[in-house]
């Protein structure tokens, strides 16, 4: 309480107890010492049956919002009269037979509230502030739509290079991983991207679902819509690239993932950068390559897996990965001519740390055509890691065979054809497999060609040292990045050379 409203408080009761003790001694002369009848209501216990009681002082008081008539004693009706001034209480003292009978409440005037000189112009700053920003808002979200409309209207095939002004998912992405864990963007960030894409074309079907081709702010991104029952890749591929930090040259990017509900099912996406030249295998159909091409490659691809299989100790480290699933169709192409790995539905992991092997709960297996013999035989030690990362080899050794196929040296180049096409007839059985790799242990035959080339011969060795049936005897994913890696350094060493020396 304020020291002005003490000094009221103070002379409104020295004012009323003058006042009290004029009257009192004015109606001590007056009246008889005979004591008041006063109404009586509201008041526990001391009011007779007929709402009635006696006392020196009649009073009317509020208390809380409550009102209460009754009567004061002569002891003590100086105090009680006096108060006053005190938040919630009015007290209404009187001296005349039933004189509190009709008393009422004073109206009170309103005070303005101390409040409203601070809060009107804080009030009229938010409103101006959520206007504003609500404006802004409104202002983006036209121009989006209106880019979106006009790229479906016009040519779907044309996209309109972002402005300066957007945000890529690259922008976005790195904004929240170098300052936050580093594995991913927040769910939320990554559902409201998800709902802002809208398919333009379907890229690819596959046993498990579909992968299309989406735009977001303008940029095409990649849309992989699993079916119900390959739930579990969906929950793999979201948990690795949510849990771990993938981001290389040759992993596929992931963007984001999503889970909605429409039409009562369940619609699962897996959102990753769009590559327009598709899957390796697809790209091998169509295209030949020279040795040049082919090492770099065959080169990305053991960098991509060297990446996968490396466990990273650090505060943004990763954990040891496997795929389970290497292949051409797993493989996409990028412009600069390297590849990318893609589908990690099937992938383990292992940390040395915790010695701990994750190998998911996803009922799908790896495709026959790539199986390794100890795969096929069923003697693989799935309790050790390094044996995944030995299956993974026995692929890349198929997958350097089937680009170098399509490599031409000394003007031949071979038409494409899946590993065992000579051997195994379209869709082999466990049991066809297991016959041609483990039983008669054949291997994929090596065009003559190959071995009279520089480059040639050396991804020929290296995809027999794939191909050994002992696991252990095979090369590591490090290894072949290494001899690969050389391979193009010495290549390139002439041309380095000669630039050098004009
Ligand atoms: N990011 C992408 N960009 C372009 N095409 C893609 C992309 N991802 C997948 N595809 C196409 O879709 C096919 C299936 O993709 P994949 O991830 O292997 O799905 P699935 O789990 O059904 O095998 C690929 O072989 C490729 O042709
Ligand atoms: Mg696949």
Same mark, same amino acid.
Do not use: E, K
């Given at each position: 309480m304020g020291g002005a409203a003490m000094l009221t408080v103070a002379l409104t009761g020295i004012c009323l107890w003058m006042s009290t003790t004029v009257a009192d001694q004015l109606s001590a002369r007056s009246s008889s010492d005979d004591e008041l009848l006063c109404t009586c209501k509201n008041i526990k216990g001391t009011c007779s049956s007929d709402g009635t009681c006696t006392g020196f002082r009649c009073f009317y008081t509020i208390v809380h919002g409550r009102e209460e008539r009754g009567c004061f004693q002569r002891d003590h009706y100086r105090e009680q009269c006096t108060t006053?001034?005190?938040?919630e209480l009015y007290v209404h003292c009187c001296s005349?037979?039933?004189?509190?009978?009709n008393s009422t409440s004073p109206t009170p005037v309103p005070e303005p509230p101390r409040f409203l000189p601070v809060a009107v112009p804080l009030l009229v700053l938010l409103l101006v502030f959520v206007a504003a920003c609500g404006l802004a808002m409104w202002i983006r979200f036209r121009r989006q739509h209106h880019r979106l409309a006009n790229t479906k209207d016009h040519d779907v095939t044309m996209l309109k290079a972002p402005s300066k002004a957007d945000p890529t998912y690259e922008d976005i992405f790195d904004e929240f991983c170098t300052s936050g864990s580093g594995t991913g963007l927040p769910y939320l960030v990554q559902r409201t991207m998800a709902r802002q894409i809208s398919l333009v074309e379907c890229v690819g079907k596959g046993r498990y679902g579909e992968v299309w081709r989406g735009t977001w702010m303008g940029e095409s991104v990649a849309v992989k819509i699993f079916s119900s029952r390959d739930e579990q890749s969906w929950i793999r591929e979201t948990e690795i690239y949510n849990t771990v930090q993938l981001r290389h040259d040759n992993i596929l990017g992931f963007i984001a993932s999503d889970m909605t509900s429409k039409n009562s099912s369940t619609q699962l996406w897996l959102i990753t950068h769009f590559h327009e030249l598709g899957s390796l295998y697809d790209f091998l159909q169509y295209s030949i390559l020279d040795p040049e091409q082919c090492l770099k490659m065959c080169l990305s691809v053991a960098c991509g897996l060297v990446h996968l299989h490396t466990e990273i100790f650090s505060c943004q480290g990763k954990p040891a990965i496997a795929h389970?699933?290497?292949k051409t169709r797993n493989i996409l192409v990028k412009w600069n001519g390297q590849c990318c790995i893609a589908d990690l539905g099937l992938a383990v992991m292992h940390s040395q740390t915790s010695d701990f092997l994750d190998v998911g709960n996803n009922p799908r297996v790896g495709t026959k055509r790539y199986m390794a013999p100890e795969v096929l035989d069923e003697?693989? %030690?799935?309790?050790?890691?390094e044996s995944y990362k030995q299956t993974d080899i026995w692929a890349l050794g198929l997958v350097l065979w089937e680009i170098s196929r399509r490599t031409v040296v000394n003007g031949i180049v071979e038409e494409y054809r899946p590993p065992f096409f000579d051997m195994v007839p379209s869709d082999p059985s466990f049991e066809e497999m297991k016959k041609v790799v483990c039983v008669d242990q054949q291997r994929p035959g090596l065009h003559? %060609?190959?071995?009279?080339?520089v480059i040639l011969s050396s991804i020929a060795k290296i995809m027999k040292e794939c191909w050994f049936?002992?696991?252990?005897?095979r090369l590591t994913a490090l290894r072949v990045r290494k001899t690969l890696s050389k391979l193009t350094q010495d290549h390139e060493y002439p041309t380095e050379k000669l630039k050098m020396d004009v």
């Open positions: 006053n001034g005190i938040p005349q037979s039933m004189c509190n009978a389970r699933d290497l003697s693989i %030690r799935m309790d050790v890691f003559n %060609r190959l071995h009279s080339h049936q002992s696991p252990p005897a």
